[in-house]
């Protein structure tokens, strides 16, 4: 179970996450949803140990982050939204470097990372540069690396994209045999079909605050709406697209009309 | 794409794209919302750059006062300045001539070629005025005042910044040349071994300046020929302000000429190079040769002689971190160039040390070492820079954002900071300690004494790692590295390490060394220094660590 209690992180005068507090029960997926700079990544950062919260708690199964960070991270596995990988290493080597750092146990490291590697389909780039992947086996690895030390907890930042449509298919399924398996899995997506379909729960945040929580189902009732996105755009403040598109035409039109 | 004659410059998308240089170039690559990265001694690294080379312009300036000819102070003056302008361009500023990352980002905005090209050279212009009012300001002035002629300044300053500009665009020629002509990454290897190369001059060029101003005086007071030098690009430079202070020879004239024609052809030849035309051939090559090379490209799958080496190590962090260093080292242009750096500096230290004659001297011979002076202590200098240059080179990396990984997982982050530094000692220090215990076996004529001064000098070297750790416990590969710092951390390798090993050796061979208990002690409390720190470093470390974010640009 995870439990995010009066979480905030200030940077200067901006808070980016203010007073969020919600729990996930073990077997759930979790949607983390909310616009660009709601908060979403902070949120995740502080829960990875990518950075320290101002104030507020974090525990998982009972541990804190602040005082037992390690022990947390030795079950937990974190795809990132970035790309962001030592591309001079191959990408076997990037998985036997992550095997590494979670203390697996040195003899069965090359078994598991080649299993890996052939059920990811990368066996043919697994001995070559990352730096010459494409996004879309990037992120096959980063998966790879989330999940190679069978954690308890899986944080995915935005981890579809750039993948074709047969890997998303395989990325959603094994999202939900994880949660099948009593883990629980944090998903941050701005897709809000495939949320709507994998999240049993779902946290809205805005400026660094909650602005619902509920099932999908729960929160499209509250909003009196029948999709998720009308529900995300009217909790987000985004009445208007229609006029808000019109407006923008209307913008560049008049813009490139004054200037010639 | 129109020619470059038919092009108007566009005011504001010159304006747009010098600033966008600018800032991307000097820019911090700190986390989104702020918290500037600290740099070398809190200075921004250009700014310790120029500081740096503003003090080397004092030595210059010196070389003007005791030239007794305008024409041979301005050519050591300029001659230097090429050399330091050239050093800097391909250590910093590579990029800042032409990267084929150019074009995807401007192509599909009409940017045309000589506004393109205008940019890159006022972009250009501004690191070379920068450069060249730290390092010839004070020569100029010094010139001025010396001659007694108020124009004299003004040339000579404006000779040193024409030759500056025809360096700069000379590289911007040479570096396009080479791109288009071979592979990139080839292109790389061959430039960092040019920049190796050079690292000679640099270095040299500290040490040996007042020894060539010495040389070059006696050689104008014994009215030795030095019409050759006009043949030089530092002479044609030089020849402007010569031509000012009367007795003008033909020789002079043409040099002067040469000067100006080579500004003109750099100029053009520029031209043709820095179009937006041109990024656009770059680019395709550049990414035609990558997808070449990475289809060649297949690494090992099977764990080598190092990975097996590796295992035998029982700490995960210390095969993550070391891999990752072999790796880097291969690969990335930068981190390979920082280490080699120590090859040119080892020898330019033991020569200094050995040169004219003198030998290293006995420390267990306290008279002998005492009247050998302080110069030969600098072989024992590379001791001290070459774990602070491997460590300091560890730290920084493009990818450097990828250190997300050592924060989301349960690694011991102390223990990735001592890797690198257990790395630097064992692959570097150690081997340069058995070459130090060879030489000294030779030069003091006693197998008992070098042993005894190396076990020493080994824990001396500890206590220095066990200190760049406990100062700045960096993660490697994990800070994004600016423009001007690794120039910045050549100078700080250089002199630090200089003072501290002149005064400690100092020391060590007029008291520690005069009998048992002398050495006895010394070797206990550097053994007690050295304990001290391994403790604090379990104790500080985490707790410095603790408090460090993941930079994600």
């Avoid at chain 1, 104030?55 to 602040?66: R, S």
């Avoid at chain 2, 919302?33 to 500081?51: D, H, N, Q, T, W």
């Avoid at chain 2, 040193?160 to 292109?187: D, H, K, P, Q």
């Avoid at chain 2, 602070?388 to 990984?405: C, E, K, L, P, T």
Wanted: charged content about 15%; hydrophobic content about 50%; aromatic content about 10%.
């Amino acid at each position: 179970m995870i439990k995010v209690d009066n979480l905030s992180r200030q940077y200067g005068t901006l808070w980016a996450v203010k007073d969020l507090s919600f729990e996930i029960a073990d077997g759930q997926v979790y949607g983390l949803l909310g616009p660009n700079g709601a908060g979403k990544s902070t949120t995740v950062k502080i829960m990875v140990g990518m950075m320290a919260a101002t104030t507020g708690e974090i525990t998982i199964n009972g541990l804190n982050i602040k005082t037992d960070g390690n022990a947390i991270k030795a079950n937990l596995g974190f795809v990132p939204e970035s790309c962001a990988l030592y591309e001079n290493l191959t990408g076997r080597e990037h998985l036997e470097m992550v095997c590494n750092l979670h203390h697996l146990p040195v003899e069965g490291i090359e078994s598991q990372v080649t299993k890996l590697i052939e059920l990811l389909d990368l066996k043919d780039a697994a001995d070559k540069r990352i730096a010459g992947y494409s996004k879309g086996m990037k992120q096959k690895l980063l998966l790879a690396g989330g999940i190679i030390h069978n954690p308890r907890v899986l944080i995915l930042d935005e981890p579809l994209s750039g993948l074709d449509a047969n890997a998303q298919s395989l990325f959603r399924e094994l999202i939900k045999e994880f949660a099948r398996d009593n883990r629980i899995v944090i998903f941050c997506s701005h897709v809000l079909e495939v949320v709507e379909r994998i999240c049993d729960q779902l946290l809205i945040i805005d400026h660094g605050k909650k602005l619902t929580e509920g099932t999908p189902q729960q929160i499209m009732e509250n909003q009196s709406v029948t999709t998720l996105g009308e529900a995300f755009n009217r909790l987000t403040g985004a009445t208007d697209i229609d006029d808000q598109a019109r407006g923008i035409l209307r913008a560049i039109e008049r813009g490139n009309g004054d200037n010639g | 794409m129109a020619t470059m004659v038919k092009e108007p410059i566009d005011k504001r998308q010159l304006k747009t794209l010098l600033k966008a240089s600018l800032k991307t170039d000097l820019r911090s690559s700190a986390s989104r919302f702020g918290g500037e990265r600290k740099s070398l001694l809190g200075i921004p690294p250009i700014a310790f750059v120029l500081l740096m080379y503003f003090m080397v312009s004092v030595m210059l300036a010196s070389v003007i006062g005791i030239a007794n000819d305008v024409f041979l102070g301005a050519f050591f003056v300029i001659g230097m300045q090429i050399v330091f302008i050239a050093i800097t361009i391909l250590l910093e500023f590579s990029n800042l001539i032409l990267s084929p990352d150019d074009f995807p980002i401007l192509a599909p905005h009409p940017v045309n070629s000589r506004t393109f090209f205008v940019a890159k050279m006022l972009h250009l212009a501004i690191y070379v005025t920068l450069l060249v009012i730290s390092l010839g300001l004070i020569p100029a002035v010094v010139a001025a005042i010396k001659y007694k002629s108020v124009l004299l300044g003004p040339v000579m300053f404006l000779a040193s910044w024409s030759s500056g500009i025809a360096t700069a665009l000379f590289f911007a020629v040479f570096y396009t040349l080479m791109l288009r002509l071979g592979n990139r990454e080839r292109m790389h290897r061959y430039l960092s071994y040019l920049q190796l190369l050079m690292m000679f001059f640099i270095y040299g060029g500290y040490q040996f300046l007042p020894d060539v101003g010495r040389r070059m005086l006696a050689l104008t007071k014994s009215g030795f020929d030095l019409s050759y030098l006009y043949l030089t690009p530092p002479g044609w430079f030089a020849a402007w302000p010569a031509c000012l202070t009367g007795g003008i020879s033909p020789a002079q004239v043409w040099a002067a000429i040469a000067g100006l024609v080579s500004l003109v052809v750099m100029y053009f030849l520029g031209i043709s190079r820095l179009s937006i035309g041109y990024a656009q051939t770059l680019n395709e090559t550049v990414e035609q040769q990558q997808s070449k090379s990475e289809s060649k490209r297949e690494v090992r799958g099977h764990p080598g002689i190092f990975n097996r080496l590796l295992q035998l190590f029982s700490a995960p962090e210390d095969r993550v971190v070391w891999q990752l260093m072999r790796k880097q080292f291969k690969y990335d242009n930068r981190y390979k160039l920082s280490v080699l750096m120590i090859i040119p500096l080892t020898l330019l230290y033991v020569y200094m040390g050995l040169k004219d004659g003198q030998v290293l001297a006995d420390p267990f011979n306290v008279v002998a070492a005492v009247a050998k002076g302080g110069s030969n202590f600098t072989v024992y200098m590379a001791l001290a820079f070459i774990p602070s240059m491997v460590i300091f080179g560890s730290a920084y990396s493009a990818s450097y954002q990828a250190a997300w990984i050592y924060y989301t997982s349960p690694a011991d982050r102390t223990r990735l900071v001592l890797a690198s530094n257990r790395f630097a000692t064992i692959f570097f220090c150690i081997p340069y300690l058995v070459f130090m215990c060879v030489l000294m076996t030779y030069f003091f004529g006693s197998i008992l004494h070098a042993f005894l001064h190396c076990v020493v000098l080994f824990l001396v070297l500890l206590a220095l790692v066990d200190l760049i750790a406990l100062i700045a416990p960096r993660i490697p590969f994990s800070l994004p590295m600016k423009s001007g710092q690794r120039t910045g951390a050549m100078m700080i390798t250089m002199f630090i390490p200089m003072i501290a090993v002149m005064v400690g050796m100092r020391i060590l061979s007029r008291f520690g060394y005069g009998g048992v208990i002398g050495y006895g002690t010394i070797v206990c409390v550097l053994t007690l220094i050295v304990l001290l720190l391994s403790h604090l470093q379990r104790r500080l470390i985490p707790r410095r660590l603790a408090k460090q974010e993941c930079l994600d640009g």
